[in-house]
């Protein structure tokens, strides 16, 4: 080959090589950039950065006077416009006079006798047998029930059974415990059972609780407190040994 040829290929391959480097520098766009040049789009920010820190709004009082919470505060003992002060609420159970005594040993005998001989006769199961014992005549003993002149069927109208068996339970429960005696020296002298009829239930010992369950249920008990005075059955004998009464309180 002559050198003239020689020449001639080296200034094509030259000019080929400059033009593929012109079209290499064309297709890079313009527009890019390295990732640590890149700028946030407008808007991106974020607005509490660029905000400025809001004040807290201040806290309205409440109308009613109270304490931080908004809790209305507890009457003043002492009233400064009367310069008096509040009385506390007066108790609404009654006051209740009569000597409380556990030991029957401490009746008069005939108060002792009559007792034993209703629970002898209530523990045969046979209501009639306490039909002596009502003081038939005119000193007959008061039983309030359905209104009938005949205490035993009074008596029996007290019994969720029709034979009365669950009343006879019911009156050696009351005979069972102490008793009250009441209007001592007076006409009205009487020893009543059980002994929770002469006794505020609000004075009540644990032991006494115990007691007075075995004859009512806690809710009658509940009931009771509310007012502060037993309301059950409870049996009245005068102090020479006669049954007065069979009857449910107030």
Known sequence: MSCSRKGLLRSSAA???MISLTLAAVSIPQGAFALSELKPAPGAAS???????EKPQPVEPDSVEGDSDGMPMPEPLVNRQS???AQPEQSEAPQISAQIEHDISKAPEPVRRLRQLIIDAASTGNIEKLRPLVNPGPNQARVDGDGSDDPIAALKSFSGDPDGLEVLAIIIDLLSTGYAHIDAGTPDEMYVFPYFAGKSLTTLTPPEKV?????????????MQEYG????????????GQWKFFTAGD
């Open 211 to 223: 007691e007075l369950l075995r004859i009512i249920t806690a809710g009658d008990l509940a009931d």
């Open 47 to 53: 607005d509490q950065s660029e905000k400025p820190a």
């Open 15 to 17: 000019f080929s090589l």
């Open 83 to 85: 310069g008096q002060q």
């Open 229 to 240: 005075n037993y309301s059950f059955y409870r049996i009245g004998i005068s102090p020479d």
